[in-house]
């Protein structure tokens, strides 16, 4: 028989807090099934050890989450250990209360007896399946002694038949028929329960294989595109550093005809080169598990990146303003990239936006991060298109149809820089109306993992 392995850390620390979660519904039922009995249906039977046995379960309840709380947050590097310890013992205190409240209860002749499946099917969920049958064990030993007591007079029974006729605490027959029903059907839940969690955990393991050698197969692919952008750029360049000359004369002069392709062949050459950096630029960003990040001027920043778009907005007509709250300033993050995500949302701004109209950055204090917002009245975008604005390549149509020129990666490259930074990205916008992009970005440092 395949043993199936307990749940994983992370999903066992879930399924503890669900435990505890339960075991207050269980407390509250027990105390509630229990007033019901005694004030609506009057049943006779000893009730102050049953609220007793309640609130020693919730007190339990507390501590064990208390105990758990504390585990976490002190990162113990035996979290796993501690938790799997806490879900063997807490599932064994869970059977003792049980039989405590039975016995207060009418014993095995409660049809409640029967709740312990409930504990079978989620030690399943929880535990090794050696440990699901250990526990079953456990809880088919706690009814025989239940039964064995009660038979034999040591313990006291409390009978909740309608009439002491009724009682069948000394019926042996029924007693043997009753422990073998309980037995069996425990053993059976404890069967099934854990060949279903056997099967999902195992779907489980391959889902969380098959995404990691995703994750290695999209490293190796970032690695071979740096490479071959790398190459690509030098190469570019050095075309670049040949056609110069020749353009500005320095090698003969050049007829009309051989100015303008040389010329073309320049300019061309110009726009591969933007494309290859700003692919070279997005690979590394993706690659890097480290970014300089440090404290700056958020302030100066949004300066320097309408310094940066100021020309281009004044040669269309496009009226550019720009507002930082009072208060804001100092942030912590990686300065390069922040200032470049704001220059390339005015610049987008202000490509998509027809003469005549207005681009507005501001930057605003939401507490712990600050949101900077471009809003534009210019072309918009097409609301199906929407989802799609921050994948890598993707231009919406009416921008194709109108600008030519475009990578599709500015945006993609900010969505990369607002992740690293713990921040978001979105946008809202209406085509033929107007954009506005918004970067909210957390004034604290980034964590250690995200950088
Ligand atoms: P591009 O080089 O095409 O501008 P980006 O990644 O910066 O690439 O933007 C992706 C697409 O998002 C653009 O092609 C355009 O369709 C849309 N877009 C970005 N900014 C705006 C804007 N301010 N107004 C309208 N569309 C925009």
């Not at 900077?372 to 918009?380: A, E, Q, S």
Request: aromatic share 10%; with cysteine.
């Amino acid at each position: 028989m395949k043993d199936a392995a307990p749940a994983q850390p992370e999903g066992l620390a879930g399924s503890l807090y669900w435990l505890i979660r339960l075991r207050w519904f269980a407390v509250a039922g027990i105390f509630f099934t229990a007033l019901f009995a005694d004030r609506v249906l009057q049943v006779r039977l000893a009730y102050a050890p049953l609220y007793s046995i309640a609130a020693a379960l919730g007190v339990y309840n507390f501590l064990s989450l208390l105990y758990l709380n504390r585990a976490k947050a002190a990162a113990r590097p035996d979290l796993p250990d501690v938790m799997n310890r806490l879900a063997n013992a807490q599932i064994p205190m869970d059977l003792l209360s049980l039989t405590a409240l039975a016995h207060f209860s009418g014993g095995v002749e409660n049809p409640f007896i029967y709740y312990f499946v409930f504990h079978m099917i989620i030690a399943s969920i929880l535990l090794s399946r050696r440990d699901c049958y250990l526990q079953a064990t456990a809880a088919i030993l706690l009814f025989l002694l239940l039964a064995g007591m009660e038979y034999s007079g040591l313990w006291a029974h409390y009978c909740v038949a309608s009439s002491a006729a009724g009682c069948r605490r000394a019926d042996i027959l029924y007693l043997l028929g009753a422990s073998a029903a309980f037995a069996s059907t425990l053993y059976i839940a404890v069967y099934m329960g854990t060949s279903t969690a056997l099967k999902l955990r195992g779907k489980e393991a391959g889902l969380r294989g098959a995404y990691l050698l995703l994750k290695e197969k999209d490293r190796i692919k970032s690695n071979y595109v740096l490479r071959v952008t790398h190459d690509v750029k030098e190469h570019l360049a050095a075309i670049q550093a040949c056609l110069d000359p020749v353009l500005h004369g320095l090698t003969g002069g050049l007829t009309p005809g051989q100015e303008s392709l040389i010329r073309r062949s320049y300019e061309r050459t110009e726009k591969l080169t933007f494309f290859v950096k700003a692919l070279l630029e997005i690979t590394r960003i993706k690659l890097s598990r480290k970014m300089e990040t440090g404290p700056f001027s958020l302030r100066k920043t949004a300066e320097n990146a309408v310094n940066f778009v100021e020309e281009r907005a004044r040669r269309k007509n496009i009226k550019l303003t720009s507002s930082v709250m009072p208060g804001v300033d100092i942030v912590t993050g990686a300065q390069i990239y922040i200032e470049e995500t704001v220059a390339n949302f005015l610049a987008n701004s202000i490509k998509y936006t027809p003469e005549g109209g207005s681009v507005e950055l501001t930057i605003g204090d939401a507490g712990a991060s600050v949101l900077i917002r471009v809003k534009d009245t210019g072309m918009g975008i097409p609301k199906d298109e929407l989802p799609h604005i921050f994948e890598e390549f993707y231009r919406a149509r009416n921008a194709k149809a109108t600008e030519r020129t475009g990578t599709g990666l500015g945006l993609s490259i900010a969505k990369e820089v607002a992740e690293k930074h713990n921040g978001r990205i979105w946008v809202e916008s209406e085509e033929g109306k107007g954009s506005a992009f918004y970067f909210s970005l957390p004034k604290a440092a980034p964590a250690p993992a995200l950088l």
